[in-house]
């Protein structure tokens, strides 16, 4: 997706994708997956997610990324923080107790803006992204958190029912992004209530993606 596609959806205010409450997924696995303190979170393309003050409130340090300015300045304001903010290369630093999201390009993010990761929680980013994007996408997930497991949510559809995003990300695909080097566990997968946009029916998945071996 180009950025302008998403600068407009923020101006415009049209996110639905963005929930009121935490992810039950998140909640579910959040104990298996180690996310309690002090255990630093990536959270890529993270938007205004309020999964982010869960993992918070569990002690987890938070690092986000998040292309629109509107979305990072909104999390603050809604959290009444007033974070300090630095450049950071091409990026934005908004830095506040227990939480550092950086504004602008994910793949302007660097390993050393960052420090070490324990663990990546993706909601809404791989799938947010076109097929040609994605193995990008991974790769830099790998190289910004080369040893952290990670808990990904997918969705599957007939996708030639609905545009995307959210796209479609079948277990192979998965496999083919991450399955070299690390073991791939379907946790759940489950009928989205509603279906997909209220429409097309869609099953949602939560797949542990393991740590690296040291
Ligand atoms: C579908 S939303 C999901 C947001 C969040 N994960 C959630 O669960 O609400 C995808 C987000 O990715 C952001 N995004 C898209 N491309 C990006 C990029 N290249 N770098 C950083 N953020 C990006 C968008 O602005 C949008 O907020």
Redesign the pocket.
């Known amino acids: 997706?180009q950025?302008h596609f998403?600068?407009n959806?923020?101006e415009k205010g049209e996110?639905g994708?963005?929930?009121d409450d935490t992810?039950p997924m998140l909640m579910r696995f959040a104990n298996e997956l180690g996310f309690a303190g002090p255990c630093r979170v990536l959270?890529?393309?993270?938007?205004?997610?309020h999964?982010m003050t869960y993992l918070l409130k569990r002690g987890c340090e938070v690092i986000g990324?998040?292309?629109?300015q509107v979305?990072v300045e909104q999390y603050f304001a809604a959290q009444d923080i007033v974070p300090d903010i630095a450049q950071r290369g091409d990026l934005l630093r908004y830095k506040a107790p227990g939480i550092t999201l950086f504004c602008?390009?994910?793949?302007a993010l660097k390993p050393e803006y960052i420090g070490s990761v324990d663990a990546v929680y993706d909601?809404?980013?791989l799938?947010?992204?076109p097929a040609s994007m994605r193995m990008a996408y991974c790769q830099q997930v790998l190289t910004l958190a080369p040893q952290a497991k990670q808990l990904l949510i997918t969705f599957e559809y007939d996708q030639s029912a609905l545009p995307g995003?959210?796209f479609a990300i079948p277990f192979a695909e998965i496999h083919q992004y991450y399955g070299k080097h690390r073991e791939v566990t379907e946790l759940i997968s489950e009928p989205l209530a509603g279906g997909l946009k209220g429409t097309v029916p869609a099953t949602e998945h939560a797949w542990l993606i393991g740590s690296a071996p040291r």
């Open positions: 997706m950025h998403w600068h959806k923020w996110i994708f963005h929930q992810h959270v890529p393309l993270c938007g205004k997610s999964d990324v998040e292309l629109s979305a602008g390009d994910f793949f909601r809404a980013a799938v947010a992204l995003p959210p």
